[in-house]
């Protein structure tokens, strides 16, 4: 019973491309988050989701959004990819804003 | 702006010796601090927290950190270390309370300890 999930784990494609990446918690977490991880193992803050109130990490460009379709999923969508999206995607949750995050296993993207 | 400090790349450390890994932050306000382990190809585990209260915190797999207001730190400490607890250590502090970014997670750059039998 994995609590928060993320699929799928590997995601390889050719630049110029529009890809999804899913993330599920069955934690009854309130907040959920984006995060990217560089390749020098650098985490930064993407995105926040709170009672359908998103808050964007200003350094982020606008091919990136979030989509929330219930509580419990929210959903990383990328467009027009770019060599330098090449990271690991990080999805969390908490019970609320300042509580303590939850990480998913992460998903490895490498743009072509 | 909130900033969290892990000023050692790498802690090489003996099995069964003690262990620290050291962390230091800039944040306004009263901070909520974290640290996280990540083990290769994995999602982060949460290990412990400081959020008010006992200046030593104690967390999972026999972690435990001080909390040091003079010293705004937050170090990673731990009695006898293990050839398992080799991974990469992030300390983390969080917005305080207020704005649109309040619960962000602001990370160190990472620790990575390596134990060696």
């Known amino acids: 019973d994995t609590a928060v999930s993320q699929t799928p784990k590997y995601l390889v494609t050719q630049m110029g491309n529009d890809k999804s990446i899913k993330c599920e918690q069955n934690?009854?977490?309130?907040?959920m988050y984006w995060y990217k991880q560089d390749s020098k193992k650098f985490l930064k803050i993407m995105f926040s989701y709170n009672n359908k109130e998103l808050i964007i990490n200003e350094t982020v460009p606008n091919r990136f959004s979030p989509k929330s379709p219930d509580k419990a999923h929210l959903n990383l969508h990328i467009n027009s990819l770019e060599l330098g999206d090449s990271a690991v995607y990080f999805c969390?949750?908490?019970?609320?804003?300042?509580?303590?995050?939850?990480f998913g296993p992460g998903t490895r993207l490498l743009v072509l | 702006a909130q900033s969290v400090a892990q000023p050692e790349d790498q802690v090489n450390v003996a099995e069964g010796n003690p262990l620290t890994v050291k962390c230091t932050y800039s944040?306004?306000?009263?901070?909520?601090l974290f640290w996280y382990v990540q083990y290769p190809n994995r999602g982060l585990q949460f290990l412990l927290k400081?959020?008010?209260?006992?200046?030593l915190v104690k967390g999972s797999y026999g972690f435990e950190a001080e909390f040091n207001k003079s010293q705004t730190s937050f170090h990673l400490k731990k009695p006898s270390a293990l050839v398992s607890d080799s991974a990469l250590y992030f300390c983390a502090v969080s917005e305080p309370s207020g704005g649109g970014s309040q619960g962000n997670l602001i990370f160190g750059k990472g620790t990575k300890l390596s134990v060696k039998p």
């Open positions: 934690l009854g977490h309130d907040t």
């Open positions: 944040v306004s306000g009263n901070p909520y």
């Open positions: 400081y959020i008010t209260g006992d200046n």
């Open positions: 969390a949750s908490s019970p609320s804003r300042v509580g303590t995050q939850y």
